[in-house]
């Protein structure tokens, strides 16, 4: 059922988006040099330069997926930040200096320096494509979202969001992308805290903090470290500090827009203490949006919630041939609701094990219902899928007098991985809507459209990044290295924003034509981690292996690049891996070729 607003919300919602818009237009208008335009003249303060490179990186995929993420199974991810102060520290000491000493407009120019003209290019046009597919899902990630919960129009939102952005960018440029992300983060610290107070408020009054953490606890979901080494968990102490760390090192030190952010800084100092700013202060900030994700959590073992938040697919199948299924379901969970309900209340003036163990009993019961739901709306909306089902499930039941014969082992391993890839499935999961359906049930008006203006926020600010970035590594790394003379400032301000323009258009586009995956952030995170570990390992090249030329990285990066995807593709390794593997794969191929190669060539 779509979700109608208040009047007082559309004015909260409304007057701030236009006060943002208007603000950093108005702030920034007139900017006619290069200096100003791509780097906001260099007059950001180490604050300006931290809460910038903050809201690059906290887009609204941040505040809906990562409650999502945390509802579903808990503190854990918030170990896939561990590496980023360590990134930070590195790039202060390594990345900083050199870019300064350099004067460079974008990270890529000085690779050209270093080696060639097509490594440059080659590097440029890598940033380009992931980072083009990543500005459509930042604006997809909150439009998706709002289209199914409000009922809005998709195509519209898309759009929408996208000139908003292109607005204030086009006039001016970084500077106006890091004025407006100031105004943006205070939005969204205000909101964010605001939503946790009001959940912690929801909870009965005789439970406390203490109490619902001890709740969640008793689930599993306050389990924030897993040192184990096992290459099928996505998040665990070591793939945070290793593969966290190449991944934080080649976003914050090689990706544009993050490199754009801290470059517009008055001074090294000021860079360095912004960056050691956002280090300080972003893991906090990710277990507060987890917490706000917990107590959201704890607030629906007092309160009944769906199977499926998002209510479209729950029409749907049980307006299907599997809807009294559904109902039967939605029963079991309500009988466990009520059960799981008293055992909470229980839990929270009497802490013993027994109690724990029975709520933890309750909450695995309860993720299979939710599983099984995923399924029968699978099920419904998808033919093709139930056919297939259909199909091998006969197979197995055919199979079933030679439970030991390797077919039928094959074939009910098809069964069950089909089972649970239903849960990945567009109509099917709905941990990115968890949260946003909350604040339309739960919060209380105007608070309502507080929230929904850091969804949009935090979705603007990131896609303003990204655009500027975009722009600025096409007009100064491709089209301006491409022309035979210098045509001055002016021209390059005003090719720049054509070309900001365009890398707007072409993110509303991709937006458009995007899809779910199983989780919006974890989506941005593989897009990333495809390429940054390839990336990282050309500059840690350029920094360290003197004796390495031109062909050898060029060569050596193409063909990395064929393997990341490839290894992408056939799920080698958990993806945040694929940034430690990325480099060392690139570094190692490019010591091969740089001894191999005939000497003119290298």
Known sequence: MNQTLDWIDWTVLIATLVTIVGYGTWKTRGRKNAQDYIKGGNTSKWWTIGLSVMATQASAITFLSTTGQAFSDGMGFVQFYFGLPIAMVIICLVFIPLYHRLKVYTAYEFLENRFD?????????????????????????????????????????????????????????????????KQQMLVIFAGMFAALFVVINLIPEDVSFIDAIDIAGATGRMEVLDFSFDLENRYTVWTGIIGGTFLMLSYFGTDQSQVQRYLSGKSMKEMQMGLIFNGLLKVPMQFFILLVGIMVFVFYQFNPSPLNFIDASTEKVLASEYGNEYRALQDKQALLFSNKQALSLALSKNKDAQATNKLFTLDSIEKSYRLESKFLIKKAVDKEYKETYAKLQNEVETLESDPKSLTYIEKSAA??????????????????????????????????????????????????????????????????????????????????????????????????????????????????????????????????FKHIKGNAVFIGALLTQAIVVIGWWFDWMPYLWLNLFGCVVVITIANILQMVLPKKVA
């Open 117 to 181: 003209l097509k490594t440059r290019s080659l590097t440029a046009i890598l940033f380009l494509i992931q980072r083009g597919l990543a500005a459509g899902i930042t604006i997809f990630a909150p439009a998706i979202i709002l289209s199914v919960v409000l009922g809005w129009n998709i195509v519209t939102l898309n759009i929408a969001i996208g000139v908003l952005v292109i607005i204030y960018t086009v006039s001016g440029g970084t500077k106006a992308v890091t004025v407006t992300q």
């Open 415 to 544: 069964l069950a991985a089909l089972y649970k890839d239903s849960a990945k499935d567009t109509q099917t999961n709905d941990k990115d809507y968890m949260f946003i359906r909350f604040i339309l049930n739960h919060l209380p008006t105007g608070l309502i459209g507080l929230l929904l203006a850091v969804i949009l926020s935090a979705a603007m600010s990131s896609t303003a990044s990204e655009i500027n970035a975009l722009a600025t590594i096409t007009s100064i790394d491709l089209y301006g290295r491409s022309l035979k003379e210098d045509k001055g400032d002016e021209h390059m301000v005003k090719m720049t924003k054509w070309f900001t323009l365009g890398w707007g258009i072409i993110a509303i586009i991709i937006a458009c034509f995007a899809n779910l995956a199983e989780n919006l952030i974890q989506l941005v995170n593989i897009i990333g981690s495809i390429f940054y570990g390839n990336v990282l390992g050309i500059f840690l090249l350029a920094f360290f």
